[in-house]
């Protein structure tokens, strides 16, 4: 599937490169034409960044090249954003990875701030966008796994769509709220609920009508089914929330959402047995070159160390570095002090001798 949608990638940047980007100013042009020259997310990352510095005005061309970014975003090598467990994201290879999915140059990451930006210069197009991301599989997690899924930029989207793109006569149809509904209908995993929830506290509906949404979040909260990896990791978002309107529906969530047991050990000598991490930093040679650089962000309870902390631990190497070197100033001036009063010295013993100094020195 991949191999397909970097082809389609190809065509469609082919495409798009035959045909001139609308009155775009030719500082612009240049760089349009490095962008398309990267990796799609790359391309579509630069394109968008472009649109959002709002140097040029053109309205045809922001959305030529908003248009043009979309397109290129459905073939990043990444479909949807990850994000790393609390205290699994420290010198690992999982959160190394948590690290660049919080670029986010996924794919429906990348597709959802195209909508974003469309909107306010074509909001019919934007909804047609919208309609137009196909929703990433989000294959089962195992407690094994140490990253979740982070859909929070696709119902951003989504909720901006829903309050912008809608005229007073669609509203008065419910057509938003209808689009809203299908969407809603369409979750299927724990780590959908708490940024639906935000869609529903912020959109724009009557008292009635939210109500009907949150009792239907509601229904989902206490039916949905999914993994002990997927529901544990959304429960922390979920008790964020100050909802009233669904806290029994999260209280349930809470009773059988027993997530993965082997994460916790009553047993405070033995670490827990998931998730299961690649570490950096195991062998000899390597910890002899990462603990005196832990120092510097831990403290020795291997507590993280505030930016505070740290400023003053640099603060205290700097004073300590300028103190070394005004030492070794005083060494070096002492030193070449001891070499001009051996040389007099022997000046004075040659002269009392009647030696050539050199034979003395």
Aim: aromatic share 6%; with cysteine.
């Amino acid at each position: 599937m991949r191999i397909v949608r970097g082809v389609l990638y190809l065509i469609l940047v082919c495409a798009v490169s035959d045909a001139e980007i609308a009155k775009l100013p030719g500082a612009y042009q240049s760089l349009v034409d490095l962008a398309r020259a990267a990796p799609p997310e790359f391309t579509a990352d630069a394109l968008l960044r472009i649109v959002e510095q709002g140097k040029f005005l053109d309205k045809d061309a922001r959305i030529d090249l908003i248009e043009d970014a979309f397109r290129s975003a459905s073939a990043a090598k990444f479909q949807v954003r990850m994000d790393g467990l609390p205290g699994t994201t420290t010198d690992t290879s999982s959160g190394s990875l948590s690290r660049a999915y919080a670029l986010k140059l996924d794919a429906l990451s990348l597709e959802s701030r195209a909508v974003r930006d469309m909107l306010p210069l074509d909001p019919v197009k934007a909804r047609r966008m919208f309609g137009e991301i196909a929703r990433p599989m989000l294959p089962a997690l195992t407690c094994d796994d140490a990253l979740f899924y982070d859909l929070s930029d696709f119902y951003q989207a989504l909720s901006v769509v829903v309050n912008g793109s809608f005229s007073q006569k669609e509203r008065a149809k419910d057509d938003h709220l209808n689009f809203l509904s299908d969407y809603l209908g369409q979750a299927a995993s724990p780590l959908e609920l708490a940024p639906i929830a935000q869609v529903i506290e912020g959109v724009s509906v009557t008292n009635q009508q939210r109500q009907g949404l949150w009792a239907r979040l509601g229904g989902l909260m206490e039916s949905i089914q999914a993994d002990d990896r997927s529901l544990s990791a959304a429960l922390p978002a979920l008790n964020s929330l100050s909802l009233p309107e669904v806290q029994s529906s999260i209280e349930k969530y809470r009773q059988k959402s027993h997530g993965c047991a082997s994460d916790t050990s009553t047993d405070t000598s033995k670490k827990p047995t998931t998730p299961k991490l690649d570490a950096y930093w195991q062998s000899a040679n390597g910890q002899q070159l990462v603990q005196p650089g832990k120092k510097l962000r831990f403290d020795k309870n291997n507590v993280p160390l505030s930016d505070a902390d740290r400023a003053r631990l640099e603060a205290a190497a700097a004073h300590a570095r300028a103190l070394g070197a005004r030492y070794l100033e005083y060494l070096t001036a002492d030193r070449d002090a001891l070499e001009r009063r051996n040389l007099v010295g022997a000046d004075e013993v040659a002269s009392l001798l009647d030696l050539d100094a050199p034979a003395i020195r």
